[in-house]
């Protein structure tokens, strides 16, 4: 008798948990839309966690998910749902497999009080605890305010869709209807990437996940090899000369328009990609995208991803407002960011390197383990424009500037000179780039380096 009164009760319970968008961005994110799910029937009193959480299979490899459901107790945070995230952590931890939090919640759970703001705080440290050892992704589905908002953003990717909602103090607290939307999130570089809806969330999840190793001891997945064909303009056309035909999946597109960088593959292996735009700001790198750089090299290094640099800038914006917003942090976070990574590092100069840039992208004593350079390349320790100030001002009023600025560069900014310095090792054409850069990029496969004894660095901010 008893038996069949459990029996019922499941048929009940089950019955009861639903199919609410919670449980349909989980069929969207897991393989075959499978999934196990965990904890199934814990709860906050008589009502579910306002969560589910999930075991499954993206790219068939493992993973775990939680998902806020919004239709239970407005999908609040308290003890009992932080405690089931909790473990997903845990298990994630253990087990070695990546984690994807999918945020919809209109926030605490009011009843609980300061034991709502220490479930939040639970889960901060667990996501710190983890960072660096597996691969962390939030997908930002609806709203996500306040501690929520912190949560999501220790990810290393994150995804938001369309209409959802992202920041610490709402519109409705600020008065300013931007606060917290996509299009505001993207440019401000909060979120890596903005997508119409959830099944773009969950494919754009997947792909990422692609590129990405399961944990910080195992290798990223590879792919089949398409040779590199060159489209796109300028940047792009730099990049898709490099990588396998249509393989760069650009991260943080909207912020700091002056860098690109993104996931990529290289014959069939996963690599990240920095690129400087020569076209933004006059050739002049800004701190937002020198903190783009700064973040995405730390999480290739974090999974020992190698990184391709791809060179061409004048140095780093210069006027009396960027000293005085204090740029030179960005810069600084930028440098420590290429000298305390240990994964490969390959640098190649495709246009100007000057000064600084060369320096911090390319320099042989901490930015790159090898460097490579275009036969045309510029690789000069000044901009021309200040070089000739110095060295040729006697022959300023006499000669035209640009003929003397052509003189320098062809004399002083040779990568042959470079090159004889042993700051270049191998000068190439642009035709044979991609096979330099495989043989580059084999030879560094084996890449050991240790470190010393701490806790971690103390970067610039």
Not at 113 to 121: C, I, P, Q, T
Not at 157 to 169: D, I, K, Q, R, Y
Not at 391 to 416: A, C, H, I, Q, V
Request: contains cysteine; aromatic residues 8%; glycine residues 10%.
């Amino acid at each position: 008798m008893s038996c069949e009164n459990g029996f019922v009760r499941l048929e009940k319970e089950t019955a009861a948990l639903g199919k609410t968008d919670a449980y349909k961005r989980l069929e969207l994110l897991f393989d075959n839309g499978c999934f196990t799910e965990l904890d199934r029937f814990q709860k906050n009193g008589e009502s579910g966690c306002g969560v589910v959480t999930a075991y499954g299979t993206v790219n068939g490899k493992s993973c775990y998910a939680y998902s806020q459901d919004i239709t239970v107790l407005s999908g609040a945070m308290g003890r009992s749902q932080a405690a089931k995230i909790k473990k997903v952590y845990d298990l994630s931890l253990m087990n070695g497999a990546p984690i994807v939090g999918i945020f919809d919640s209109k926030g605490a759970f009011a009843e609980e009080g300061v034991d709502a703001l220490n479930a939040y705080g639970e889960l901060i440290a667990a996501a710190g605890k983890i960072s660096g050892v597996v691969p962390q992704i939030s997908v930002v589905a609806g709203k996500c305010i306040g501690s929520a908002a912190l949560l999501a953003s220790l990810a290393d990717l994150s995804v938001m869709v369309e209409g959802a909602e992202l920041c610490v103090n709402s519109a409705a607290i600020t008065g300013d209807s931007n606060v917290g939307t996509a299009n505001a999130s993207a440019k401000n570089g909060t979120v890596s990437f903005v997508v119409e809806n959830d099944a773009a969330a969950m494919s754009k999840v997947a792909e990422l996940l692609s590129f990405l190793p399961e944990n910080n001891l195992s290798v990223s997945f590879t792919a089949d090899y398409i040779p590199a064909v060159v489209s796109g303009d300028g940047v792009y056309a730099d990049i898709s000369n490099f990588v396998d035909e249509n393989s760069f999946l650009e991260v943080n597109k909207a912020f700091g328009g002056c860098a690109k960088v993104g996931f990529a593959r290289i014959c069939g292996n996963a690599v990240g990609v920095v690129a400087t735009d020569l076209s933004k700001n006059d050739g002049y790198l800004c701190d937002k995208g020198a903190a783009k750089i700064s973040r995405f090299i730390r999480l290739c290094d974090a999974f020992s991803i190698p990184v391709v640099t791809l060179l061409n800038s004048k140095g780093f914006m210069g006027k009396a407002e960027d000293e005085l917003s204090g740029s030179v942090k960005a810069i600084a976070a930028l440098t420590g960011a290429y000298a305390e990574a240990t994964t490969a590092k390959i640098t190649v100069i495709v246009g100007k390197a000057y000064g600084a840039a060369f320096t911090v992208f390319a320099g042989k004593a901490s930015s790159a383990d090898y460097v490579l350079a275009y036969a045309d390349s510029e690789i000069c320790a000044l901009n021309p424009t200040t070089a000739i100030q110095f060295m040729y001002l006697d022959r300023l009023g006499e000669e035209k500037r640009e003929d003397l600025e052509k003189e320098y560069t062809l004399n002083e900014g040779s990568p042959f000179k470079a090159a004889i310095n042993g700051a270049v090792d191998d000068i190439i054409t642009k035709e044979e780039a991609a096979v330099s850069v495989i043989n580059a990029l084999d030879m560094m496969a084996s890449k050991r380096v240790t470190t010393q004894d701490k806790k971690h660095s103390n970067m610039p901010y």
